[in-house]
């Protein structure tokens, strides 16, 4: 079954440092999404992305928080100046125009702001 | 606004022994219903999902769930656990406008699977 990489696995970063997160959607795949997963808490959504543009983002996803498809095949989650609170998994998913029930996801990147 | 609640969040069964996950919605109109699941550093794999039609739903890995309007329940159910089914599961509700758009997860039920 086709899926959805993210890199890196486990990201570091220093409280106000920027960090991006990769993923690579399935290749045939038009709409994305970020959730993420605070440690003990639900996944809650962030952002979902098509056509290029933003479709609908949460409460969270403010200023400090973009996503971009800046070729073909990656996109990505930028947060412009970290906080410790956002120490958290993030997940990446998509999934095709026809297929709206199925979103396949990726493994995670576990993210850790000191 | 939709949620879910996951009442159990962390239950332990014998290996062949009968497995039930309680899911509760609360949503103002007809939901869209799934059970995802994640193994040790793996991703969210959808097990199935309740759009319409019969309210009993079978999925992947003999997984099954039953849609109760009447409890705004989702069960997931397997008549006879495995070793491999020891991992994180979570019910998800969606818009029921356009699908899985926007997913709103419980809190999650850790299973751990005894010999």
């Known amino acids: 079954e086709p899926e959805v990489t993210q890199t890196p696995s486990h990201q570091v970063t220093q409280m106000g440092q920027e960090v991006i997160l990769r993923c690579v959607p399935i290749?045939?795949?038009?709409?994305f999404y970020w959730y993420r997963q605070i440690l003990g808490q639900k996944v809650e959504f962030l952002v979902s992305?098509?056509?290029?543009?933003?479709?609908?983002k949460s409460e969270i996803f403010d200023d400090q928080f973009s996503v971009e498809r800046p070729d073909g095949s990656n996109f990505t989650l930028k947060i412009r100046s970290t906080k410790l609170e956002d120490s958290a998994m993030y997940f990446c998913?998509?999934?095709?125009?026809?297929?709206?029930?199925?979103?396949?996801f990726g493994s995670g990147t576990q993210l850790s702001v000191l | 606004a939709q949620s879910v609640t996951q009442p159990d969040i962390h239950i332990t069964v014998s290996e062949g022994a009968s497995l039930e996950l309680r899911c509760n919605y609360s949503?103002?109109?007809?939901?869209?219903l799934f059970w995802y699941v994640q193994s040790p550093g793996q991703g969210l794999q959808l097990l199935l999902k309740?759009?319409?039609?019969?309210?009993l739903v079978q999925g992947i890995k003999g997984f099954e769930a039953e849609f109760k309007r009447s409890q705004s329940s989702f069960n997931l159910r397997k008549p006879s656990v495995h070793w491999s089914d020891a991992a994180e599961y979570f019910c998800?509700?969606?818009?029921?406008?356009?699908?899985?758009?926007?997913?709103?997860f419980g809190t999650g039920t850790r299973l751990t699977i005894i010999p």
């Open positions: 998913a998509s999934r095709d125009r026809d297929r709206r029930e199925k979103l396949f």
């Open positions: 290749s045939n795949h038009l709409y």
């Open positions: 992305f098509y056509n290029n543009e933003i479709s609908e």
């Open positions: 949503y103002g109109a007809t939901p869209y």
């Open positions: 309740y759009f319409s039609g019969d309210t």
């Open positions: 998800a509700v969606g818009a029921n406008v356009f699908g899985n758009e926007k997913l709103t």
